[in-house]
């Protein structure tokens, strides 16, 4: 067995001790551990990791599903070394050990197994190293010319365009009508597809995360930005869409396809979870809710509330440990899977507690990742999330329909997926039909 010293990260190196009593733990040593559920289904997410921190320590070994184990790194300082490449880890998953020791009924069937399944091709969220650079290129620059003042009136409009869809009924089922369908039409606009196309795309992406037919959904993905190659903007340039389809970096069209179907199927997971979390707390506290209506200096403080709080990404995506290595008093092995819990950066005494760790602000939530896989384009999320909450509460004062504790959160161990916000409010009329006309 290898050891790995980590500047500024107790616990790691030394030797492994010959007395039994001493041994570190491994992560198939114990007989029960915390299941991954109890953390996705958790009203009080904090409470469990501060549980967890308790009894295990800063990584706790928790299951994923019968015979598939994983690491939680809820230790704000540790999540940061890891994701900028300090330990020897991996996002290739396809190196995870659980493959071996996990029945095929269980594979990508299983919603929680999912984000560990392998990929058939370098994928820009799978790689690491050049590969990874050059496959995060062209996102990199095709979001960096997507204009601000065009995402703002844009999300404005067809957030409008879904409120006039129930704002009649005086009833809605918020996540189904207006945060799940919100990033797919907001997105697609600036990404340059039409609404048919926008449609297409993310029903591919969806097939591909849910692992169905992910072959089908690159080549249906790769034949639409066939299309997209010549589209032009109305003054004439390219469309962010475009400009991925013929991007030098891209070795096929495969790829491009692949980085968008990466793109929309995370970035849209993102947008959806942020926004409910954000309408949920907005429902539940009313001094939150107060924040949120205060402009948008309170919006943004707010939303950031809601990535320290009720972070919206439980985990960032996987990794792999590629070699063993020491952390405190457990041994990760090769092959093991490491989860990152941004989402309990909120409840770690180290940075949240009476003395807080320097670094504790206001954008150090780590929700939008850390290192090369961080997100990247954070401020456009921010604009859309907000413009889409602000949009709904200047039309409707809703309340919420059901008792609190029994709404659920879905099975996926990255985000903080709300199945359902059933609310009430008093009957609107439609809106005009001049939404474009919004400027933010």
Known sequence: MSSTTIDGI?????????????RPLKLDDPATVPTITELTASHDAGA?????????????????????????????????????????????????GGHERTAPSAGSDSPVLRPLAPSARPTV???????????????????????????????????????????????ADLVREYVAPMPHLTLGAVLGFDAATAQQVFEAATRRTAGRQAASAVHEVSFLLSGQAAARRPDGGP??????????????????ADGVL?????????????????????????????RLAGGRL????????????????????????????????????????????????????SIRGDGPWDGSGGSAHLAFGVGAHA?????????????????????????LAARAEDLRWAPDFRFRLL????????PEPLSTPEHESFVP
């Open 125 to 171: 969220e799978q790689t690491d190293g050049s590969t990874h650079d050059r496959l995060r290129t062209p996102l990199d620059e095709a979001l960096g010319l997507i204009d601000d003042v065009e995402v703002a009136r844009t999300t404005r409009a067809r957030c409008e365009e879904l409120i006039d869809g129930f704002a009649a009924t005086g009833v």
């Open 239 to 256: 469309t962010p869409a475009g400009r991925l389809a013929r991007h030098a970096a891209y070795q096929s069209t495969a790829e491009a």
């Open 262 to 290: 990466s793109l929309t199927a995370t970035a849209a997971l993102g947008l959806q979870a942020w926004l409910a979390q954000t309408l949920y707390l907005s429902l539940t506290d009313e001094r939150f809710a107060r």
């Open 10 to 22: 107790a616990g790691i190196g030394g030797a492994i001790s010959g007395d039994p009593a001493h």
């Open 48 to 96: 469990l990791h501060a549980r967890l921190r308790e009894e295990w320590g800063d990584v706790a070994p928790v299951e994923l599903e019968p015979g598939a184990r994983a690491w939680l790194v809820t230790e704000y300082r540790t999540i940061v070394a890891m994701a900028r490449g300090q330990f020897p880890l991996t996002t290739a998953t396809g190196t995870w």
């Open 298 to 349: 309170g919006t943004d403080e707010a939303l950031d509330e809601v990535l320290w709080t009720a972070s919206p990404v439980s985990t960032l995506a996987p990794r792999i440990a590629v070699e063993d290595f020491l952390y405190d008093d457990k041994l990760v092995q090769a092959g093991d899977a490491m989860l990152l819990a941004v989402g309990a950066v909120g409840s770690d005494p």
């Open 375 to 399: 997100c990247p384009a954070p401020h456009l999320s921010r604009l859309i999330v907000r413009t889409a909450a602000e949009t709904l509460h200047r039309r409707l004062t809703p309340a």
């Open 419 to 426: 199945e359902a916000l059933p609310v009430v409010f008093r």
